[in-house]
């Protein structure tokens, strides 16, 4: 049986608790799981489950729109400057990190796509080994300290 058609099967019908009747209160329709299910109950632990980040539709296509506008920029600055070594890497995400600083609508937008989702939203979303470089993660991250 599938975890859908359990779940439907486990917490849409009535249940026989002791021989008495009882509905579930549990809709689980739209519901985003990670990992399994567990009785909370039965198990001893510090913790249960995982992170599970769930972007409203807005933030999401906010975040989308900012991340496909880094994407933009890291490619042009990889075809504007060479990106072949480890030091000029390092340089085009410098100067990534300067255009963002500049542009203080893109900056703000940025902004916004962190609090909505963090870094790993918008590294979601970006088709670019660029993106991963410590030098712009670190920086993400004091844009969103900052602006917190």
């Given at each position: 049986?599938?975890i859908?058609g359990f779940?439907e099967?486990?917490?849409s019908?009535?249940?026989?608790d002791?021989g008495?009747?009882?509905q579930t209160?549990?809709?689980?329709r739209n519901?985003?799981?990670?990992?399994?299910?567990?009785n909370?109950?039965?198990?001893?632990a510090?913790q249960?489950?995982g992170?599970i980040t769930?972007?409203a539709s807005?933030?999401r296509?906010?975040i989308l729109?900012v991340?496909?506008?880094i994407?933009?920029?890291?490619q042009?600055l990889?075809?504007s400057?060479p990106s072949?070594?480890s030091?000029?890497?390092?340089?085009?995400?410098a100067k990534?990190?300067?255009?963002i600083?500049?542009?203080?609508?893109?900056?703000?937008r940025?902004?916004g796509?962190?609090?909505a989702?963090?870094?790993?939203a918008?590294?979601?979303?970006v088709?670019?080994?660029?993106?991963?470089?410590?030098m712009l993660?670190d920086h993400?991250?004091q844009?969103?300290?900052?602006?917190?």
């Amino acid at each position: 049986m599938s975890i859908i058609g359990f779940l439907e099967n486990k917490y849409s019908k009535k249940e026989i608790d002791g021989g008495t009747l009882q509905q579930t209160i549990y809709d689980l329709r739209n519901t985003t799981f990670a990992g399994g299910l567990v009785n909370a109950n039965t198990v001893h632990a510090n913790q249960i489950g995982g992170n599970i980040t769930n972007h409203a539709s807005e933030h999401r296509q906010n975040i989308l729109e900012v991340a496909k506008e880094i994407e933009a920029l890291l490619q042009h600055l990889q075809q504007s400057y060479p990106s072949t070594t480890s030091a000029e890497k390092m340089a085009i995400v410098a100067k990534a990190v300067e255009e963002i600083e500049k542009n203080s609508t893109l900056k703000g937008r940025v902004i916004g796509a962190l609090k909505a989702g963090g870094t790993e939203a918008i590294k979601e979303f970006v088709d670019n080994p660029l993106i991963n470089h410590k030098m712009l993660q670190d920086h993400f991250a004091q844009m969103y300290v900052q602006k917190k």
